[in-house]
Each structure stands twice: as C-alpha cells, then as structure tokens.
C-alpha cells in the first residue's frame, strides 16, 4: 500500500511540475528561429553566405544597411530590426533614409 502511496505521489509532482512548466510558454520566437536556422557556424552572426538564407538579406545594400557597426557581420539585434522593418517589400524605406 505504501508503495503504491509513494508511486501516486511521484506522478502527481511530475505531472504537477509539467504543466507548471508549459505555463510560461517559453521557445523562442519566430524570428529567433530565423536567425538560428541562418547561423549555421553558431557565432551567433550573419556573414554574407549565410544571410543568403534570409530573404534579400545578403543584397549588398541591404546587408550593408542592417549591418550598423560595419564588421561584415550581422548580429542577432541587427537582424532583428531587419524583420521588423520588412525591407523585402516593394513599399519599404529605411528609417535612415527618410
């Protein structure tokens, strides 16, 4: 009996602690999927081979746009704002270009 007490108890913490977990959501987003799936070295930057993958982010203009410290890399802030600013679209025009 008292086993079956202690086996009882132990699956309702595990599945107590399971759904205290999944409350919060966690994962990541979208966009950190993208640039996860881009940063193929795990440098945690984009060179130019690898922002090939996202959209037009290896254009030379575009690159070198997001590209706001100027090391031939972008990191994950800077893509960040790549996403959010759409370039892809026809009707996009940079902040900095207004």
Do not use: C
């Not at 950190?32 to 090939?52: I, V």
């Amino acid at each position: 009996m008292r086993m079956i007490f202690t086996l009882i108890t132990n699956m309702l913490i595990l599945i107590f602690s399971i759904s205290v977990a999944d409350v919060g959501g966690g994962g990541r987003s979208f966009e950190d999927g993208l640039f996860w799936s881009a940063d193929l070295d795990r440098n945690e930057r984009l060179d130019r081979d690898e922002a090939k993958a996202v959209y037009n982010l290896a254009e030379d203009e575009i690159f070198t746009r997001y590209d706001e410290n100027g090391n031939g890399s972008i990191n994950r802030a800077e893509f960040m704002e790549f996403i959010q600013q759409s370039p892809w679209t026809e009707k996009f025009v940079h902040p900095k270009d207004k």
